[in-house]
């Protein structure tokens, strides 16, 4: 019951965060502009392609960072989750500099550039589960299944809440001490 809970409190999260508010922006007047032209810098949407194909070229493009031993990558509609594998013995400050430059690569990519990048161990070993699944043909029930287990990994378990299994050999201590 606790796990069909979780996984729907993190389904509403999911489909929550997903969501665009509201946008109260105002265009400038055409008559305040002086004589200013400019031109359009941001990048022209791409065309509809295969998931699994883009999904590919961002993995091949985050192994070919320097550091990078091995990279995940999951589609959900314009974003991209990549999981990067390092070598688990560098330094924190090592790793971060890693993803920052598989970001940057990704900054120059048109299909990468609303990529999030994670160095996460956990995280990455789910990543590929679920784009194993994906393949398998099973996306909403894998996504499902890997979303349970890492909400069942953050939420804390308290001494106070656990229930020993009743055994007959071992003494029972007063309750009051």
């Known amino acids: ?17 997903c969501g665009n508010g509201a946008r109260n922006e105002v265009s400038p007047s055409p008559q305040n502009n002086n004589g200013v032209h400019t031109q359009q810098t941001h990048p022209r949407a791409l065309a509809e392609t295969d ?3 883009v999904a590919a070229h ?3 493009l985050a192994e070919s960072v320097p550091g990078v031993n091995r990279a995940h990558c ?5 974003r991209a989750v990549v999981g ?3 070598d688990e013995h560098l ?3 090592r790793v971060g500099t890693i993803k920052y430059s598989v970001a940057e690569a990704f900054r120059k990519d048109p299909y990468g550039i609303h990529a999030l990048v994670t160095a996460d161990m956990d995280l990455s070993g789910r990543l590929k589960e ?4 994906i393949r398998r043909g099973r996306p909403i029930s894998g996504f499902a299944e890997e979303m349970a287990d890492i909400i069942g990994r953050i939420v804390p378990q308290t001494p106070r809440n656990t229930v020993p299994p009743e055994d007959v050999d071992t003494p029972k201590m007063p309750k009051k001490m």
């Open 74 to 78: 999951v589609i959900m509609g314009n």
């Open 130 to 133: 679920i784009g194993a699944d």
């Open 1 to 17: 019951m606790l796990k069909r809970s979780l996984l729907a409190a993190a389904l509403c999260l999911v489909v929550a965060g």
């Open 58 to 60: 961002l993995e091949a």
């Open 51 to 53: 998931k699994g194909q």
């Open 84 to 86: 990067i594998d390092v």
């Open 91 to 93: 330094e924190r400050s």
